[in-house]
Antibody
Framework: EVQLVESGGGSVQPGGSLRLSCSVSGFIFSSYWMHWVRQAPGEGLVWVSRLNPDGSTTNYADSVKGRFTISRDNAKNTLYLQMNSLRVEDTAVYYC??????????WGHGTVVTVSS | QSALTQPASVSGSPGQSITISCTGTSSDIGGYDFAAWFQQHPGKAPELIIYEVTKRPSGVSNRFSGSKSGNTASLTISGLQAEDEADYYCCSYAASSTYVFGTGTKVTVL
């Protein structure tokens, strides 16, 4: 079964850091682009970042550029999102999603990040 | 990276057809044959229902169809059913190798 499972969310003060993980199973992880997408409470979906299969090419939304870093460990079938200098407006459910010929075709269940003082 | 514009809500009776619009610019919707649509039920992760403007992933009902004209993509749901009540989001590839989602549309089945 194809599955994405996010973890690492939690509560943090403004200016703090968190690292999210997305553990993958059921497909050849090293062959796919991967994305992070977030959704603030009661709001819409917002694309955050993407990473190519070998980890050499990254793209970011302007709102997180310079603060967030996407990476992957293909040996561990895991995608990461290192989030630094967190702001209240980064509060959201963070989803990882698979890219490919059918983009965003598989999503995880999400992990909740709350940034509050 | 402004969000694509969707109507906040659309409603219809069972069996009817509804159409949701998604308006962008020549730098996103109008510039690429990428437009995708997602269905999201409350508390659940989004699910892909249309990609590359008109294509349906395996297992998605043929009651869902997509189209595009200029800078506007559209999703049509035919034969509306109670289970179609959900939030719907469009998405496009955009300039600088980024992606942009729509503002979202709540579909209500009357």
């Amino acid at each position: 079964e194809v599955q994405l499972v996010e973890s690492g969310g939690g509560s943090v003060q403004p200016g703090g850091s968190l690292r999210l993980s997305c553990s993958v199973s059921g497909f050849i992880f090293s062959s796919y682009w991967m994305h992070w997408v977030r959704q603030a409470p009661g709001e819409g979906l917002v694309w955050v970042s993407r990473l190519n299969p070998d980890g050499s090419t990254t793209n970011y939304a302007d709102s997180v550029k310079g603060r967030f870093t996407i990476s992957r460990d293909n040996a561990k079938n895991t995608l990461y999102l290192q989030m630094n200098s967190l702001r209240v407006e980064d509060t959201a459910v963070y989803y990882c999603a698979r890219g490919g010929l059918e983009p965003f075709d598989i999503w995880g269940h999400g992990t909740v990040v709350t940034v509050s003082s | 990276q402004s969000a694509l514009t969707q109507p906040a809500s659309v409603s219809g009776s069972p069996g009817q057809s509804i159409t949701i619009s998604c308006t962008g610019t020549s730098s996103d919707i109008g510039g690429y044959d990428f437009a995708a649509w997602f269905q999201q039920h409350p508390g659940k992760a989004p699910e892909l229902i249309i990609y590359e403007v008109t294509k349906r992933p395996s297992g998605v009902s043929n009651r869902f169809s997509g189209s595009k004209s200029g800078n506007t993509a559209s999703l049509t749901i035919s034969g509306l059913q109670a289970e179609d009540e959900a939030d719907y989001y469009c998405c496009s590839y955009a300039a600088s190798s980024t992606y942009v989602f729509g503002t979202g549309t709540k579909v209500t089945v009357l």
